[in-house]
């Protein structure tokens, strides 16, 4: 069974910081485009970091700079490393593999 697990959420004050992690199973992970994506109560789920085939990454515009993403492929694991947190980043963060499978997700609360 293809399989994507995230954890590492959580509450956290504005500008504070969080690693989310992202496990996969039942797929080759290293060959893998492997992103993440957020949905916020009321908005359409946004991509804001990924992995192309190239081993390139990119960003959306709102989170370059403050969030990085990383893999281990030996662990099948992605990361999101995200700094200088907003309360706008308050969202469901899902690791996602296009048209084939999405995690469950992790929520994400910035607040004070």
């Known amino acids: 069974e293809v399989q994507l697990v995230e954890s590492g959420g959580g509450w956290v004050q504005p500008g504070g910081s969080l690693r989310l992690s992202c496990e996969g199973s039942?797929?080759?992970?290293?060959?893998?485009?492997m992103t993440w994506a957020r949905q916020a109560p009321g908005k359409e789920l946004e991509f804001l970091s990924g992995f192309l085939r190239d081993g390139s990454t990119y960003y959306l515009e709102s989170v370059r700079g403050r969030f990085t993403i990383s893999r281990d492929n030996a662990k099948n694991a992605v990361y999101l490393e995200m700094n200088r947190l907003k309360p706008e980043d308050t969202a469901v963060y899902y690791c996602?593999?296009?048209?084939?499978?999405r995690g469950r997700g992790t929520q994400v609360t910035v607040s004070s």
């Open positions: 039942g797929f080759t992970f290293s060959n893998s485009i």
């Open positions: 996602d593999i296009p048209q084939l499978v």
